[in-house]
């Protein structure tokens, strides 16, 4: 099923023209336009694979990692290409490769025109991520992140507070464990998630390559 993004216009007294695509929405605000801004639904199952696809390509390069205040993991990026770049400046460079350069959103309508906008999309969803890990980590609390950290989910007590904590972060934050390993976890991941995280989005539209392979 392809990707879903909404685009909820607050306004229609403008009609659609050259430049105007759907899923952007104009705010008017003392006769100012603001910026327009995109809705993508991240939390709908249908939509799981983008977040996959975005921590994918970000696990896949090690200046993004740090730029994120991800752990860099084991291997050093002997040629750092973000040197003196913004935190969202980095984003730009994410939001380029995620919307514009690979096939997820191959018909998405987005243009480099859009980046000013879709750089805060990126920005906002790296920063959901990280506050859902947090709260959901506080949950399961040190016993139950540590067994499910290191495949010991089969310990966890069938019905005991714990285990019926997981099975709901499961289901609404399948994450938990790609965002732990991010953070500098053990790097426990089931295979449904590697699954759907693979993509053929292109690092070669900002002139850069993968750093690190994921199998």
Known sequence: MPPTSSLKPTSTSRPAGPGVFPGLKDKENKGETKKAQAVIHWAKPENFHLTDSLLTLIEDSVTWKVALGFDKGPFPNPTPTGKGKTLIQHCSDIAEVFFLGG??????????????????VIKNRVHSLKSAY????????????????????GE???????????????????????????????????????????????????????EVEIL
């Open 156 to 210: 966890l007590q069938e019905g005991s507070n714990i285990a019926n904590a997981w099975e709901l972060i499961e289901e609404k934050f399948p994450w938990y464990l790609h965002l732990n390993e991010l953070m500098g976890g053990s790097p426990v991941s089931s295979r449904k998630a590697i699954a759907n995280s693979q993509s053929n989005l292109d690092l070669a539209v900002l002139g850069i390559e993968n």
């Open 134 to 153: 947090t709260e959901h980590r506080k949950t399961l609390g040190e016993t139950g992140h540590g067994l499910i950290t290191t495949g010991c989910v």
């Open 103 to 120: 096939d997820v959103f191959s018909d998405g309508g987005y243009t480099k025109d859009d980046l000013p906008m879709l750089k805060g």
